[in-house]
């Protein structure tokens, strides 16, 4: 019997799942799992929708559908916690499994504390992830960098340090470092990301460590709650997942990888938030003189809450109606407001209309508010 904080190998047992799978397919085979199984109502996972840019968020409560969810999406650039409360009501009245990037986990418990999302309703299904790339800018770097035609590109992955695409004419891979030195890749939140492993959920899956015979064929699955722990059992016993302990070698690989990856994410905060010291105030002022008041960066944040999205509806002493930009105070009043709990998701920023790098300015100010009350935290981002 596995148990919390044992690491596997697993792969699913369905052959059109394994046709469409990432790797193991284990992620897709547990979830179908536990719908069929009552474990869970209902499903909520990312399917693709028309192209390979369009990550379409997708509620299943049929177990047939579910192979349809197979697979990474890496321009998939949406959050889910918000989806959880604004579709779904805060998961109240139904159980719901739910495919998480560590962005869509630390949204769910900050909507969670928050009273917004009920998380024992929640089974949480982990995908490591390394970062996404936002849609529009992939199809740009796609033309303009790997000189194809996005939309002949019916497959995308990053594998050992490179954006590889497959398309029309072949395939075509570009390493990461080189296309984000030259302004594309990964979203400049994602850079920042330092939670690559979701060990807040239930289970952690991904494909670093996975080694030998095994490779590219199973899902490596870290067990990090006794929920996670028991559907794997059970999903096992039944022979919906195939299982074996992890390599022993590939543990230490996964291990490597990620500690690479964070210092990588080091490396893009000191140099982000190193840009901004000395000016950020001015900084913001030049940026969000842009805004045009659409707000959805408030609409789109997991942390801002409805109320403060009430309070910025209506003319204020911040936004007065019919006054084009905002006042900055409207600005600074949202940084204040999420300072303590900005996750660095990326939403407002991407969903800016007018591309003001809001993310950046919250997260700078979050990393700060953390390096001033847990200076373990967040110290070494802000070394020279
Ligand atoms: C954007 C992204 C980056 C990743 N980076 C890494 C990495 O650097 N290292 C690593 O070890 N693993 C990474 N993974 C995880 C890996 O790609 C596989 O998802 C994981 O190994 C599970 O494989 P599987 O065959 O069991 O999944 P499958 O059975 O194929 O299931 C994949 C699941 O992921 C969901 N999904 C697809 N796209 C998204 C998205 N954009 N956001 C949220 N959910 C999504 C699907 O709905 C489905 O439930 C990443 C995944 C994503 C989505």
Same mark, same amino acid.
């Given at each position: 019997m596995a148990a919390k904080g044992e690491m596997l190998y697993a792969w699913t047992t369905d052959t059109a799942i394994a046709a469409k799978a990432e790797c193991g397919g284990a992620v897709t085979a547990l979830l179908k799992y536990a719908l069929e199984n009552k474990m869970v109502d209902a499903v909520l996972a990312i399917k693709k929708g028309q192209d390979v840019y369009d990550a379409v968020p997708t509620y299943i409560t049929d177990p047939k559908e579910l192979k349809d969810t197979a697979g990474s999406l890496h321009c998939g650039t949406i959050l889910l916690s918000k989806v959880i409360t604004k579709y779904l009501k805060g998961a109240k009245n139904k159980k719901i499994a739910i495919t998480v990037k560590g962005c869509d986990l630390m949204g769910i418990y900050e909507l969670a504390k928050r009273k917004e999302i009920n998380l024992d309703n929640l089974l949480l299904i982990g995908v490591n992830c390394g970062g996404t790339v936002a849609p529009v800018k992939a199809r740009k770097m796609i033309r303009d #960098?790997?000189? #194809?035609d996005p939309d002949t590109v019916h497959k995308e992955e990053i594998d050992k340090g490179q954006f590889i695409i497959e398309y029309e004419g072949g395939h075509k891979g570009i390493k990461i470092d080189e296309l984000e030195d030259n302004g594309h890749g990964?979203?400049?939140? @994602?850079?920042?990301?330092?939670?690559? /492993?979701?060990? +807040?959920? !239930?289970?952690?899956?991904?494909?670093?460590?996975? $080694?030998?015979?095994?490779?590219?064929?199973?899902?490596? /699955?870290? $067990?990090?709650s006794d929920k996670g722990a028991d559907l794997i059992n059970k999903a096992a016993k039944s022979v919906a997942i195939g299982t074996c302990p992890a390599e022993p070698k590939g543990i230490e690989m996964r291990g490597k990888v990620e500690s690479a990856m964070l210092k990588l994410g080091e490396k893009w905060r000191k140099r982000d938030f190193t840009a901004l010291k000395n000016n950020l105030w001015s900084i913001i002022g030049n940026e969000t003189s842009r805004c045009i008041k659409c707000y959805s960066c408030i609409e789109? @944040?997991? /942390?801002? %809450?409805s109320a403060a999205v009430k309070a910025n509806g209506k003319s204020s002493l911040m936004v007065d109606n019919g006054v084009l930009p905002p006042n900055p105070m409207f600005h600074m009043r949202r940084f204040a407001h999420i300072s303590d709990s900005c996750?660095? @998701?990326? +939403?407002?920023?991407?969903?800016? *209309?007018? !591309?003001?790098?809001? *993310?950046?300015? %919250?997260?700078? $100010?979050? %990393?700060?508010? !953390? /390096?001033?009350?847990?200076?373990k935290l967040g110290a070494s981002a802000y070394k020279n």
């Open positions: #960098v790997f000189k #194809v990964r979203r400049t939140n @994602c850079r920042r990301c330092l939670y690559k /492993v979701p060990r +807040q959920a !239930d289970l952690a899956c991904g494909n670093w460590g996975v $080694i030998g015979e095994k490779a590219g064929k199973a899902t490596f /699955v870290e $067990i990090c789109n @944040c997991p /942390v801002c %809450s996750i660095n @998701c990326g +939403q407002c920023e991407e969903l800016c *209309a007018m !591309d003001i790098p809001l *993310a950046l300015f %919250s997260h700078a $100010i979050r %990393s700060e508010v !953390d /390096v001033a009350f847990e200076p």
